[in-house]
T-cell receptor
Framework: GDSVTQMEGPVTLSEEAFLTINCTYT??????LFWYVQYPGEGLQLLLK?????DKGSNKGFEATYRKETTSFHLEKGSVQVSDSAVYFC????????????FGTGTRLTVIP | EAGVAQSPRYKIIEKRQSVAFWCNPI?????LYWYQQILGQGPKLLIQ????????DSQLPKDRFSAERLKGVDSTLKIQPAKLEDSAVYLC?????????????FGPGTRLTVL
């Protein structure tokens, strides 16, 4: 079945460091891919998405490129801030029309000043 | 625009008791989802409604879990009787309609502890 494998955390970085959180997926067909973020005390929020191969999703300085050949959707940011401290979830949605999301286990990021 | 509302935010019960969670989606959203998020794991879909009909409940443990969305607006998820392994955060989400181009908006969740 469809699944997402996500880099285990926690990840601790200094402010202005480069961030990469790895995500690979297994799916039949051509899923859409997402990154969700959960800030402390808040609900899940969509960070970015890509709906087809080679698409790049971007938001708030974060980027991820849909790589069909490596079945990956790694999240990157060039310079993290303390306010980026959160849990990040990679997810996929199959193309059946039901819009069901399959999530990874989440990666906790802590950015220290 | 008001977001997805859930209540209660926290609930502690003993095993074999029953519990109910309530969700009010964003106004006008036809599709409503319930997810279970066990500590250290990603959310897992339990059930999806389109208006007042069930689209997918294949992952819902129907021997103890039930959910309804009678008027196609707010929804209730019930567990009866609860087990220790039901301890989790229960998330409600809604989207304007089905399909991958309709973003899911999540509520803050209800944290359930079963003792």
């Amino acid at each position: 079945g469809d699944s997402v494998t996500q880099m285990e955390g926690p990840v601790t970085l200094s402010e202005e460091a480069f961030l990469t959180i790895n995500c690979t997926y297994t799916a039949t067909g051509y899923p859409s891919l997402f990154w969700y973020v959960q800030y402390p005390g808040e609900g899940l929020q969509l960070l970015l998405k890509a709906t087809k191969a080679d698409d790049k999703g971007s938001n708030k300085g974060f980027e991820a490129t849909y790589r069909k050949e490596t079945t990956s959707f790694h999240l990157e940011k060039g310079s993290v801030q303390v306010s980026d401290s959160a849990v990040y979830f990679c997810a996929l949605s199959d193309q059946t029309g039901a819009n069901n999301l399959f999530f990874g286990t989440g990666t906790r990021l802590t950015v220290i000043p | 625009e008001a977001g997805v509302a859930q209540s209660p935010r926290y609930k502690i019960i003993e095993k074999r008791q029953s519990v109910a969670f309530w969700c009010n989606p964003i106004s006008g959203h036809a599709t409503l989802y319930w997810y279970q998020q066990i500590l250290g794991q990603g959310p897992k879909l339990l059930i999806q409604f389109q208006n007042n009909g069930v689209v997918d409940d294949s992952q819902l443990p129907k021997d103890r879990f039930s959910a309804e969305r009678l008027k196609g607006v707010d929804s209730t998820l019930k567990i009866q009787p609860a087990k220790l392994e039901d301890s989790a955060v229960y998330l409600c989400a809604s989207s304007l309609d089905r399909g991958v181009y309709n973003e899911q908006f999540f509520g803050p969740g209800t944290r359930l502890t079963v003792l």
